[in-house]
């Protein structure tokens, strides 16, 4: 693959016209979806509007009192924010016409910042996009973009284009990626689920604003026809192409770059944050649950005075539950750019304005101007911006860290669209075979870290025909299973530290049935259970399951509020350390055991995947 990714493009976006550089087909389909409040249409808004105009009636809230930023000009500045219906009406000194408004919020000298918004959050690993909206709002999240590829695999093309319309009874504007590829490499990881028929429909709804990341970038160097015109279809209606080009040279970078990759959330160093930028990327500076990089990354604006820092965002790409409840969300990425020298006003731009602008929203989102969403934080600091109220489209949402609406209700899908077809995992496909008579060496998965890998070549014992795992010397071992049961993967893993068995449908990125552990019968029993589930995680000492956590939605997200689930999660990382396991977070390690685009060595359905080689080797 390596010597096909030097070749000249084969077909480039410079063969046919993009025409308009708008970000969506019809901009007022937006408006329709994410302004729509009940039964408040686009025509009552334009009805407000009228009416404004003609002095025909007076803002619905008037918040007085504040020192409002303006992310335009980096000022703050006194004055009064009026608000009719779900849009900022006015802003500036006191106004005669504010006299008049229906309700009034006395800031007493609060900050007043726009609404945060996430450029790249994952709001379906463990918990589901509605349990993720109801904390997020609670620490000033007015608006996400859900890269949604864990989401949208694990509940195929009829579960996602569902749960798409359930965004909109969220308490924040909820907008989404559509995965270009599902698996990353079909063939490999098993059969490609989203079609280009599939992919036609989703890249064209108003929600959708862009391509989710594409992990497996070595396919669009090797001229990859399928994924190409993909990306270039999305580029032609104006949405977005998330990258993930970690480890790409700055020669990749430029072919990425020229075939439609739009940002870039993986710089690990200052300088690839510059190198990025240089390309006409945006860059989004991660700071989350897997990766923290914000104290590294930070720098980039010092001694750079002529840096654009419009391109430059902020997001955690993933935050699990117990962060979330311990440290907050998008306010906690201000705090600790803040604590990492850079100047407050800038970062909260690279959460509110920045993204808004990326997306092509600014229109709508990302500041507090007139016709813009009135989403407005009240906050006694800049430093640390925690807000006291939450304001989103002009109705209050949070006070003082508690909801004041209806919460957003539980998705209503399954695993229908993508089910597991079958109701036991008999204990044959749990073993390996085996023509050596006594010892075989295989070149088993090495765990170095959170979600780095390694080889490591290991001699095992052969009886009764079958490899034995030993989990005395921690060689477990770790299987595969596609949800249909048609192909099954198997391999051998090292540094995990399990007695016992272990199963799990959260398998990042493909999300089968991954099971793991030194015991045949406790392997099988935790894979029945997490299938009598309906999809989640169960551990198996001595036949008996010691902890299990339903994840029904889609296999891979709970059903429980984000307060129970981070309880849960604890339970079940105590339950993995009694089992023996020695990793920080062994859960978190086991679902990136599956991601064929961090080095090295993988499980897949076909075996045991090479990264670096970009074969199976076993």
């Not at 016992?500 to 089968?512: E, F, M, T, Y």
Request: hydrophobic content about 40%.
């Amino acid at each position: 693959m390596g010597a096909k990714g030097e070749e000249a493009p084969k077909k480039g976006r410079n063969s046919f016209s993009l025409g308009p550089d708008k970000r969506m087909s019809d901009p007022r389909d937006l408006e329709n979806l994410f302004l729509a409040e009940n039964d408040r249409t686009l025509k009552d808004i334009q009805e407000y509007e009228f009416r404004k105009v003609n002095g025909l009636a007076a803002p619905d809230l008037l918040i007085t009192g504040g020192q409002i930023l303006n992310v335009y000009t980096g000022e703050i500045l006194p004055g009064d924010v009026t608000v009719s219906g779900p849009l900022i009406r006015y802003v500036g000194p006191a106004s005669a016409d504010s006299k008049k408004t229906k309700e009034v919020i006395q800031a007493g000298g609060s900050y007043l910042i726009p609404g945060f918004f996430d450029p790249h959050a994952h709001t379906d690993i463990l918990f589901n996009p509605a349990s993720f909206s109801n904390q997020t709002i609670l620490t000033g999240t007015t608006s996400v973009f859900s890269d949604s590829h864990d989401l949208a695999t694990s509940l195929g093309p009829s579960g996602f284009k569902r749960i798409l319309r359930d965004f909109l009874k969220y308490p924040v504007k909820f907008f989404s990626g559509v995965p270009a590829t599902s698996p990353p490499f079909p063939g490999i990881e098993g059969t490609e689920l989203y079609k280009m028929v599939h992919f036609k429909d989703l890249i064209r709804d108003p929600a959708v604003l862009g391509v989710s990341e594409i992990p497996s970038w070595i396919r669009i160097l090797d001229g990859d026809k399928d994924l190409i015109d993909r990306i270039e279809l999305a580029r032609r209606l104006g949405k977005r192409v998330e990258g993930h080009t970690l480890g790409a040279s700055l020669e990749k970078l430029n072919r990425l770059v020229y075939d439609g990759i739009t940002s870039c959330h993986e710089a690990l160093s200052v300088e690839d944050v510059i190198k990025r930028l240089r390309l006409g990327l945006f860059v989004m500076l991660r700071h989350g649950s897997i990766r923290s990089d914000l104290k590294e990354l930070a720098s980039v604006f010092k001694d750079r005075p002529y840096l654009s820092m419009n391109r430059v965002m902020l997001t955690p790409d993933t935050f699990l539950p117990s962060d979330m409840m311990a440290k907050g969300y998008m306010d906690y990425l201000v705090r600790e750019a803040v604590r990492y020298g850079i100047d407050p006003i800038l970062a909260i731009r690279m959460v509110t304005l920045n993204p808004a602008s990326y997306f092509g929203l600014d229109h709508l989102l990302g500041g507090i101007a007139p016709g813009r969403i009135a989403d407005i934080l009240l906050t006694r600091e800049l430093n640390s911006p925690r807000p006291h109220l939450v304001i989103e489209r002009g109705r209050v949402v949070v006070k003082d860290g508690e909801l004041r609406i209806a919460p957003a209700p539980l998705p209503t899908v399954g695993t229908e669209g993508r089910p597991f077809r079958m109701k036991t995992v008999p204990k044959k496909w749990l073993q390996v075979h085996s023509t050596e008579r006594s010892t075989i060496r295989v070149p088993a998965i090495q765990i170095l870290d959170k979600t780095v890998t390694s080889r490591k070549e290991v001699s095992f014992a052969i009886r009764d025909g079958l490899i034995q795992p030993d989990g005395d010397r921690d060689l477990l071992l770790i299987c595969m299973v596609q949800r249909d049961g048609e192909k099954i993967g198997k391999g051998f893993l090292s540094g995990f530290g399990l007695k016992g068995g272990v199963a799990s449908s959260l398998s990042h990125d493909i999300h089968n049935l991954m099971v793991i552990g030194d015991d045949i019968e406790d392997m099988r029993i935790a894979a029945d259970e997490v299938l009598r589930m309906g999809g989640g995680v169960a551990l198996v000492k001595n036949k008996h399951v010691v902890r299990a956590l339903s994840l029904p939605i889609g296999g891979i997200m709970s059903s429980l509020p984000m307060a129970d689930l981070a309880r849960e999660m604890e339970a079940l990382r105590r339950a993995f350390k009694e089992m023996g396991s020695h990793l920080v977070d062994p859960f978190l390690t086991m679902s990136f055991l599956s991601f064929t685009s961090i080095l090295d060595l993988r499980i897949t359905v076909s075996g045991v995947y090479s990264v670096k080689e970009g074969k199976v080797i076993f």
